[in-house]
């Protein structure tokens, strides 16, 4: 189970890095290439492999957290909604506190 924590606050709006539109634009487009495709692409390559097999938590953190995905499997259908995601407007402040507690409220029940 991998947590993913985005910050949506408003410094991520900022249109500051090379090649996209915004920060929230490029943690998604960097999330979608460097985690979800090279776990598409070792569940194509190696069927037995638990990393082809994993599930994904989604928080989004500005002034609270929203739990956006929840234990959600690793497949193609992700990729459109992290694209989504990628267009949608950041605001408040970062507030850690209430995304620690959401990690700690979803980890808790993997253990349970």
Do not use: W
Not at 73 to 99: C, F, M, T
């Amino acid at each position: 189970h991998v947590v993913i924590v985005v910050d949506h606050s408003g410094s991520m709006r900022a249109n500051d890095v090379s090649g996209y539109s915004s920060r929230i634009h490029a943690v998604y487009s960097c999330l979608k290439r460097e985690f979800l495709q090279p776990q598409l692409d070792l569940a194509k390559t190696d069927r037995s492999s638990l990393l082809g097999q994993a599930v994904a938590s989604l928080i989004h953190m500005h002034d609270t957290s929203v739990v956006r995905l929840e234990r959600a499997p690793i497949v193609e259908a992700i990729g459109p909604i992290l694209d989504q995601y990628a267009k949608s407007y950041a605001r408040g402040h970062g507030n850690y506190l209430p995304a620690l507690n959401a990690i700690d409220t979803l980890l808790s029940e993997d253990s349970d």
